[in-house]
């Protein structure tokens, strides 16, 4: 019988750990022993753990610092969310309307990814961060002052207010500026999730392992290398941006679709979540596809369950600090980690000990 490779053995890895907490939660669900609070985290764990795992194709496998990520989630979640709001009276299963605005939301993500990267990718380190960072906030606001609404005589645009749109008194507003597109279908589900991280595992560790990853990962290594043996740069920069930007919208099309009304707020596409996606592939390690997966699920579980959880606890001085102080706690726990990580003196120590117990296991 043929082994299997060690690239094959890890990936199996990553996608048994995606399969099995499925497997878990769904028992945990189907057995009533998981609370509604925690249950309500599921969808948001899945396309955190999109956006990360997207994120880390730039940051990781090429090697440029991107801070726009937020902007390619929020034109994936309108696009999608916008789409849904003019078909779910025509198209009523929900299954077929979802995998159509995946489908929407991805590309136009991805359209937004080519014309972006096109003029951005010329640059480089925090030249780049900083155009990124500005396209996200670009899109957000343009978004909030975007009002479009549809009559018997097609759809009507305007940059100003709802009155201005001149439709007819019969009309529907469908994007109401900044407070969005209200009415969306609530057609994501944990199911839905778990096949979409699959599925963005799969695209970003198969191209990783192919011949364009190995020549996108030779342009992080040593550009002017790359160059000299014929291999074309911009090209490859653009594949791996217009792929991590169609995953981003992805994950804004299951963000969209899990909400009843979808608006650009700063925490919602801010810079903010563009930092916090950074976070997350930095924690789970930068070029590690599967610190990407854990690493959303672990910080999310802390914030937005255990410490909230505090609060609910009654009086008790330790519990109230904690809940009171939750992003000081949320801070500290990140240091810790990042040391814990990266701290040249745990890594050796990490080495040594799994070295040992390697040897232990060999004898």
């Given at each position: 019988m043929k082994?299997?490779?060690?690239t094959a053995r890890q990936n199996g890895i990553t996608y048994g750990i995606v399969i099995i907490a499925f497997v878990v939660m769904q028992i945990l669900i189907s057995t009533g022993n998981i609370s509604s609070s925690l249950e309500g985290l599921l969808i948001p764990f899945c396309y955190y753990v999109i956006l990360a795992v997207s994120l880390n194709l730039v940051v990781g496998v090429l090697g440029e610092l991107s801070l726009g990520h937020a902007g390619f989630m929020c034109v994936g979640a309108f696009a999608s969310a916008f789409f849904t709001k003019c078909v779910q009276d025509t198209i009523t299963n929900s299954l077929l309307r979802f995998?159509?605005?995946?489908?929407i939301g991805a590309l136009v993500a991805a359209l937004f990814g080519v014309l972006i990267g096109i003029p951005v990718l010329r640059l480089r380190g925090d030249y780049?961060?900083?155009?990124?960072?500005?396209?996200g906030e670009i899109i957000k606001n343009l978004v909030n002052v975007l009002f479009i609404g549809r009559d018997s005589n097609g759809f009507h645009f305007s940059m100003k207010d709802a009155f201005s749109l001149g439709m007819e008194p019969d009309g529907e507003v469908l994007v109401n500026g900044p407070q969005g597109i209200s009415g969306i279908s609530h057609d994501s589900t944990f199911i839905i999730g778990v096949v979409l991280v699959l599925l963005t595992l799969f695209i970003v560790l198969r191209l990783i392992n192919s011949r364009d990853g190995r020549a996108i990962q030779s342009i992080r290594d040593n550009r002017i290398a790359a160059e000299s043996v014929g291999i074309n740069v911009t090209k490859y920069k653009l594949m791996a941006?217009?792929?991590?930007?169609?995953l981003a919208g992805v994950g804004g099309v299951l963000y969209a679709h899990n909400l009843s009304t979808l608006s650009a707020t700063p925490k919602n596409f801010g810079y903010n979540m563009?930092?916090?996606?950074?976070v997350y592939v930095v924690l789970g390690g930068i070029g590690n596809i599967r610190g990407s997966v854990i690493a959303p699920v672990v910080l999310n579980l802390l914030l937005d369950y255990?410490?909230?959880?505090?609060q609910m606890m009654g009086d008790n001085v330790v519990l109230n600090f904690l809940s009171?102080?939750?992003m000081l706690v949320y801070a500290i726990v990140l240091i810790v980690i990042m040391l814990f990580s990266w701290s040249p003196k745990m890594i050796a120590w990490r080495e040594q000990v799994f070295h040992k117990k390697a040897k232990e296991e060999a004898e």
């Open positions: 082994k299997l490779s060690k995998v159509l605005a995946l489908i780049l961060a900083i155009v990124t960072l500005a396209f941006f217009s792929v991590s930007a169609a563009s930092i916090m996606i950074l255990f410490l909230r959880k505090f009171d102080n939750r």
